[in-house]
């Protein structure tokens, strides 16, 4: 006798589990202060929202990333009306502070002038020696793509 599985998903197991493992875990305060972070363009104004963001908590601390540093000094003024925003929107828990750091921008580091990447082949020897180290490898395919691999970085210089 075969079973029949039934088709329909029942959500609200689901649902049940997911609050009872948020309580068992104690995650509710958690979950309650990062409500903020998908709201935070409803929950402050327009100024607000566009150069500063929720970054994470710790400790009941909310971390803002900043667009830069003239705003880190701008929202320490309307630090205690943020605190007073938040806090009324969050159902069980508060934000002791709000803390800020600069927004990191990646650095690209220029080429320095004049240096150029040069084609300098292998000689025969050495791609002998490389196609022998790998004879252990049955695939011809992935010997073949290997050794390109292999040409390619030994082949291109800079200078």
């Known amino acids: 006798m075969s079973r029949k599985r039934s088709s329909h998903f ?3 197991a689901l649902s049940t589990t997911f609050a009872g493992l948020i309580r068992d875990r104690e ?6 202060q990062h409500r903020i972070f998908p709201e935070w363009k409803n929950l402050v104004d327009e100024e607000t929202a566009a150069y500063s963001r929720p970054l994470k908590v710790v ?8 667009e830069n540093s003239a705003w880190v000094q701008q929202l320490q003024f309307k630090k ?3 605190l007073e925003t938040l806090n009324s929107y969050l159902a069980i828990s508060y934000f002791s502070d709000i803390r800020f750091t600069v927004k990191q921008t ?3 580091k220029a080429k320095p002038a004049g240096q150029q990447v040069h084609f300098v082949p292998p000689s025969a020897e050495e791609i002998e ?11 011809e395919d992935i010997k073949e ?3 390109r691999l292999w040409y390619l970085s030994h082949a291109c210089k800079r200078s």
Do not use: A, P, R
């Open 80 to 82: 205690i009306m943020l």
């Open 59 to 66: 400790k009941d601390i909310l971390w803002l990333e900043v």
């Open 27 to 32: 995650w509710e305060q958690k979950f309650d």
């Open 129 to 139: 020696q490389f196609k022998k180290q790998l004879e252990f490898i049955d695939d």
């Open 106 to 108: 990646k650095k690209i």
């Open 10 to 12: 029942d959500s609200s």
């Open 145 to 147: 793509s290997m050794t």
